[in-house]
């Protein structure tokens, strides 16, 4: 039988007479059986309606004989840019698809290379400009004749391929957000333990050096406090870019949680190698930066340990940092320090001093003693400053220098200034129900208990509670509390004053208050420092500033009151220059309240109904 034209065998309007399923009969016969049977009507009508099928699927097919030509094509191909128009008629698969497929085409050829399994993805540019990938399978089969003929079918997967990328992009952004911190996009504790693991092991293998530094932003929480948890943010957003840019991309940082930050400095062969590092990285903190229209200036403490001189392992090298952190911080802040083994033992005592401290505010086991304030002029008590007292079982008299700072440090300032506050209204009134007047009670306010939120809420509840008069309570807060933000201050200051109570800055004179600003205090006194009163006898200087600060609260209608009078001579000189009030071992130091009591009636003073006077 001759061989039909190519053109005619496989123009694409019929399945081809070889082409078998895989069950290995014939879809169709070239010729039809001339029984006109009724079986073959329903093999034609099959065969009709395959042919139909093939062409209008959005699958590529392609019949090769066993000499590798063309046999049949579908009408795939008119969709595919870059296909001739007489594709139909191309006898091998070169001349069929588009330029550029030549070496995947090569492989289909191959059949020892080609996975039929497996198959290949070619992408094809559609006449439309769009791209679509294409999974291409080559599966064999055995005809009629024994030739081996061959099935390529592509089946367009884009869809497919998609939703596998998009499902990986969530994946990889899920394995992102388990090992990243979300705020800062630094890595999280998780993925730090797994990277200063392999760290270590580098380090055991090779003998290496490196240093881990912990890093803690100093009064973070004022901030948080003051401006809000979004400028916080905010500000942990900065110091993470600080923090990345000082760093060479063989360093590791992360972000712990809070306002912790750790450092992994790799290779170091001396302490100045790190001390470059942690100096470049406190001054960049330190630089002033505006949060919420606010211009703020950010410090952090940083305590540093090395391997394998300070520990062995991650947790061991993390807590000599913390330590060490810990130390830079009781030393002032704003600072580095290097671990050593003698901070244990500091660290230790001061857990515990903090752990006695916690009991003895909740068991109200502190004491008020109360220190006389004078009215030079006439001798009378016009004020008592309370000041608290922590008498340890064990350790005797602690001073206030100690666990004041332990307590903000801590969190423990606000129940323990909550305590001295009530504890001092209570007394006052009990005094003030018994007919003695003192004139008023002075309570001295921490810089942490100051920015508490709503804290004049918390001071008028207390006097709510102790039913005391406002006008009996004064409270005293530092000159560079108040000037550590201004504009804070002066708000929580009004509150306060709209109570009606009375204001006063101490300590003043230490720090650097602006003129234009104490204008705008609501304070009602001024009390110098004693560190000016000293040698006001001898030192000019010293008298020149409490001249000033005397004549500075004249000027603003403000009471004045000078700390720290020892000796006769200094209160003469004080009352020559106008000095309201003062205050000092030369009248009285700090009292428990069954020594005041005794004072007050003893004969070194003397009653009415107006009060008490210092007989002196």
Same mark, same amino acid.
């Given at each position: 039988?001759?061989?039909?034209?190519?053109?005619?065998?496989?123009?694409?309007?019929?399945?081809?007479?070889?082409?078998?399923?895989? $069950?290995?009969?014939?879809?169709?016969?070239?010729?039809?059986?001339?029984?006109?049977?009724?079986?073959?009507?329903?093999?034609?009508?099959?065969?009709?309606?395959?042919?139909?099928?093939?062409?209008?699927?959005?699958?590529?097919?392609?019949?090769?004989?066993?000499?590798?030509?063309?046999?049949?094509?579908?009408?795939?191909?008119?969709?595919?840019?870059?296909?001739?128009?007489?594709?139909?008629?191309?006898?091998?698969?070169?001349?069929?698809?588009?330029?550029?497929?030549?070496?995947?085409?090569?492989?289909?050829?191959?059949?020892?290379?080609?996975?039929?399994?497996? @198959?290949?993805?070619?992408?094809?540019? +559609?006449?439309?400009?769009?791209?679509?990938?294409?999974?291409?399978?080559?599966?064999?089969?055995?005809?009629?004749?024994?030739?081996?003929?061959?099935?390529?079918?592509?089946?367009?997967?884009?869809?497919?391929?998609?939703?596998?990328?998009?499902?990986?992009?969530?994946?990889?952004?899920?394995?992102?957000?388990?090992?990243?911190?979300?705020?800062?996009?630094?890595?999280?504790?998780?993925?730090?333990?797994?990277?200063? /693991?392999?760290?270590?092991?580098?380090?055991?293998?090779?003998?290496?050096?490196?240093?881990?530094?912990?890093?803690?932003?100093?009064?973070?929480?004022?901030?948080?406090?003051?401006? @809000? +948890?979004?400028?916080?943010?905010?500000?942990?957003?900065?110091?993470?870019?600080?923090?990345?840019?000082?760093?060479?991309?063989?360093? /590791?940082?992360?972000?712990?949680?809070?306002?912790?930050?750790?450092?992994?400095?790799?290779?170091?062969?001396?302490?100045?190698?790190?001390?470059?590092?942690?100096?470049?990285?406190?001054?960049?903190?330190?630089?002033?930066?505006?949060?919420?229209?606010?211009?703020?200036?950010?410090?952090?403490?940083?305590?540093? /340990?090395?391997?394998?001189?300070?520990?062995?392992?991650?947790?061991?090298?993390?807590?000599?940092?913390?330590?060490?952190?810990?130390?830079?911080?009781?030393?002032?802040?704003?600072?580095?320090?290097?671990?050593?083994?003698?901070?244990?033992?500091?660290?230790?005592?001061?857990?515990?001093?903090?752990?006695?401290?916690?009991?003895?505010?909740?068991?109200?086991?502190?004491?008020? +003693?109360?220190?006389?304030?004078?009215?030079?002029?006439?001798?009378?008590?016009?004020?008592?400053?309370?000041?608290?007292?922590?008498?340890?079982?064990?350790? $005797?008299?602690?001073?206030?220098?100690?666990?004041?700072?332990?307590?903000?440090?801590?969190?423990?300032?606000?129940?323990?200034?909550?305590?001295?506050?009530?504890?001092?209204?209570?007394?006052?009134?009990?005094?003030?129900?018994?007919?003695?007047?003192?004139?008023?009670?002075?309570?001295?306010?921490?810089?942490?208990?100051?920015?508490?939120?709503?804290?004049?809420?918390?001071?008028?509840?207390?006097?709510?509670?102790?039913?005391?008069?406002?006008?009996?309570?004064?409270?005293?807060?530092?000159?560079?509390?108040?000037?550590?933000?201004?504009?804070?201050?002066? +708000?929580?200051?009004?509150?306060?004053?709209?109570?009606?109570?009375?204001?006063?800055?101490?300590?003043?004179?230490?720090?650097?208050?602006?003129?234009?600003?104490?204008?705008?205090?609501?304070?009602?006194?001024?009390?110098?420092?004693?560190?000016?009163?000293?040698?006001?006898?001898?030192?000019?200087?010293?008298?020149?500033?409490?001249?000033?600060?005397?004549?500075?609260?004249?000027?603003?209608?403000?009471?004045?009151?000078?700390?720290?009078?020892?000796?006769?001579?200094?209160?003469?000189?004080?009352?020559?220059?106008?000095?309201?009030?003062?205050?000092?071992?030369?009248?009285?130091?700090?009292?428990?309240?069954?020594?005041?009591?005794?004072?007050?009636?003893?004969?070194?003073?003397?009653?009415?109904?107006?009060?008490?006077?210092?007989?002196?």
């Amino acid at each position: 039988m001759p061989k039909t034209p190519r053109n005619k065998r496989h123009a694409g309007h019929g399945v081809p007479s070889k082409v078998a399923v895989a $069950g290995g009969s014939s879809v169709v016969q070239k010729q039809a059986v001339n029984d006109g049977s009724k079986g073959n009507d329903v093999r034609a009508c099959l065969n009709s309606a395959l042919a139909g099928l093939l062409m209008e699927l959005p699958v590529f097919v392609c019949v090769l004989n066993s000499q590798g030509d063309i046999e049949y094509v579908n009408n795939r191909f008119d969709v595919f840019e870059g296909v001739s128009r007489d594709y139909r008629y191309r006898n091998d698969l070169v001349s069929l698809f588009p330029a550029g497929y030549e070496e995947h085409i090569a492989g289909l050829h191959a059949e020892d290379d080609f996975e039929a399994a497996k @198959g290949v993805d070619l992408n094809f540019r +559609h006449k439309d400009h769009t791209t679509h990938n294409y999974h291409v399978v080559k599966l064999r089969h055995r005809i009629d004749t024994g030739e081996i003929w061959y099935l390529i079918v592509g089946v367009d997967v884009t869809a497919h391929r998609q939703a596998e990328h998009s499902l990986r992009d969530h994946k990889s952004r899920l394995d992102y957000m388990v090992y990243h911190d979300p705020l800062t996009g630094l890595a999280n504790r998780s993925l730090f333990y797994d990277r200063i /693991s392999k760290v270590l092991s580098r380090a055991e293998h090779t003998g290496d050096n490196f240093a881990l530094v912990l890093i803690d932003l100093d009064r973070f929480k004022n901030v948080n406090d003051s401006l @809000g +948890h979004d400028a916080g943010d905010a500000l942990l957003k900065i110091v993470a870019e600080v923090l990345s840019e000082e760093l060479r991309e063989t360093d /590791s940082v992360a972000r712990l949680g809070g306002d912790e930050f750790v450092v992994v400095l790799e290779g170091v062969r001396s302490i100045s190698d790190v001390e470059l590092v942690a100096g470049r990285i406190l001054n960049r903190l330190a630089l002033p930066t505006r949060l919420q229209g606010h211009e703020i200036t950010s410090t952090a403490s940083i305590g540093i /340990s090395f391997y394998p001189r300070d520990g062995d392992s991650i947790d061991q090298l993390l807590k000599h940092a913390d330590i060490a952190m810990y130390r830079a911080k009781s030393a002032g802040k704003n600072r580095y320090e290097f671990f050593l083994k003698e901070m244990k033992t500091t660290l230790v005592d001061s857990l515990l001093l903090e752990n006695e401290l916690r009991r003895c505010i909740e068991n109200e086991e502190m004491h008020l +003693h109360y220190q006389p304030q004078i009215d030079l002029r006439t001798g009378r008590i016009v004020g008592l400053e309370a000041l608290v007292r922590w008498q340890h079982a064990e350790r $005797g008299m602690i001073s206030p220098m100690d666990f004041i700072p332990l307590a903000e440090d801590t969190g423990l300032i606000e129940p323990l200034g909550e305590w001295v506050l009530k504890h001092a209204c209570e007394r006052f009134q009990a005094w003030l129900m018994s007919g003695l007047n003192f004139g008023k009670i002075a309570v001295n306010l921490s810089t942490k208990q100051f920015r508490l939120r709503r804290f004049e809420q918390t001071v008028m509840s207390i006097l709510m509670e102790t039913r005391l008069a406002p006008q009996y309570l004064e409270l005293e807060i530092t000159e560079s509390s108040a000037m550590e933000n201004a504009e804070e201050a002066i +708000h929580m200051l009004n509150c306060l004053s709209k109570l009606g109570l009375s204001l006063a800055i101490d300590d003043f004179g230490t720090g650097y208050s602006s003129l234009a600003y104490l204008r705008r205090f609501p304070i009602n006194k001024l009390k110098i420092d004693r560190s000016f009163v000293n040698d006001i006898d001898e030192d000019g200087s010293d008298s020149a500033i409490a001249k000033s600060i005397i004549d500075l609260a004249h000027n603003l209608k403000l009471d004045v009151l000078a700390e720290g009078v020892e000796h006769l001579d200094q209160s003469h000189w004080l009352l020559s220059k106008g000095c309201n009030q003062v205050q000092g071992f030369y009248y009285s130091k700090p009292l428990p309240e069954a020594q005041l009591l005794a004072l007050v009636n003893s004969d070194r003073a003397e009653r009415d109904s107006a009060g008490v006077r210092l007989l002196l």
